[in-house]
């Protein structure tokens, strides 16, 4: 039988159809998929550390099911990342065969990457979520770093997060410890900058939690750019990639007006 299936927003259809795409892939390559396996075994405190995420605050049901464990999920992003990333969509076969053809040698080198970069995330997750547990800062402070740890470390974010993303958190998580790390002889200071980003960072998750559309933040560069503000309060020695400020983004969040919901 042939069905039509209709979605109630762009960016749910060109998710599905993605998901769809990637597991034409999977299919296609079964073999060198096979191999792919071979290169990521990851020690069990890390995979466990995967495994224990939570589901993200703001994610439908739906749309979570299918992640969570981290060998399948780093083969989707590898996929993602070798096949779809920052690439024009496909419409037709040919096109299909044609990305497959020109793109596949590049998955063993993006697999080794990309395993190495989240055995790497995972390991400092581990160290953050331990210094979290032992350490005795005031509550404000605690449960801003766990919000801010609860929506990018969410059950499937290794295949969810676009690589172009993911390849920062290794720096937001070491600016999360020299936060801690800071903070137990600054705390009044940490407070201040925490007083300073709460603004910014509610009005965000607010407008996403308000979204009359299925709607992912992983894709929204203005979501990233709240972290590299974090980065700059918090921890400035790690740097920014470009100059960020809440005047810049207040400035920005004020142009994406005609984006909110009403």
């Known amino acids: 039988t042939v069905g039509v299936q209709l979605f109630d927003s762009k960016e749910l259809a060109n998710a599905t159809q993605e998901e769809g795409l990637v597991k034409l892939v999977m299919l ?8 792919l396996n071979t290169l990521m075994r990851g020690t069990f405190p890390i995979t466990r550390c995967y495994e224990r995420r939570e589901a993200h605050p703001f994610m439908e049901t739906s ?8 060998d399948l999920d780093l083969i989707q992003r590898i996929v993602r990342t070798v096949f779809f990333e920052g690439k024009p969509e496909i419409r037709t076969e040919s096109a299909f065969d044609k990305r497959i053809s020109e793109e596949k040698h590049r998955l063993v080198e993006t697999a080794e990457s990309l395993s190495q970069l989240a ?5 400092l997750l581990n160290q953050v979520e331990a210094r979290l547990r032992s350490c005795r800062l005031n509550s404000v402070i605690v449960t801003d770093i766990r919000e801010q740890m609860s929506l990018m470390f969410y ?9 172009s993303a ?7 998580l070491k600016a999360i410890l020299h936060r801690l790390e800071k903070a137990v002889s600054h705390e009044s ?10 603004p ?29 503000y974090r980065v700059s309060l918090f921890a400035q020695s790690l740097k ?10 207040e400035k920005i969040w004020a142009q994406r007006g005609e984006l909110r919901p009403g």
């Open 28 to 35: 296609r390559l079964r073999r060198e998929i096979k191999y």
């Open 63 to 70: 749309m979570a099911a299918g992640y969570g464990a981290l």
């Open 119 to 123: 055995w790497n995330i995972l390991d």
């Open 155 to 163: 059950r499937g974010f290794i295949a969810r997060t676009p690589s």
């Open 166 to 172: 993911i390849r920062s958190f290794p720096r937001y």
């Open 189 to 198: 200071r940490d407070l201040q900058a925490t007083e300073q980003l709460a």
């Open 200 to 228: 910014v960072w509610s009005s965000y998750w607010l407008w996403v939690k308000g979204y009359p559309r299925v709607f992912f933040p992983e894709l929204d560069d203005y979501r990233w750019k709240m972290e590299e």
């Open 240 to 249: 920014t990639p470009h100059p960020v400020s809440r005047k810049r983004l």
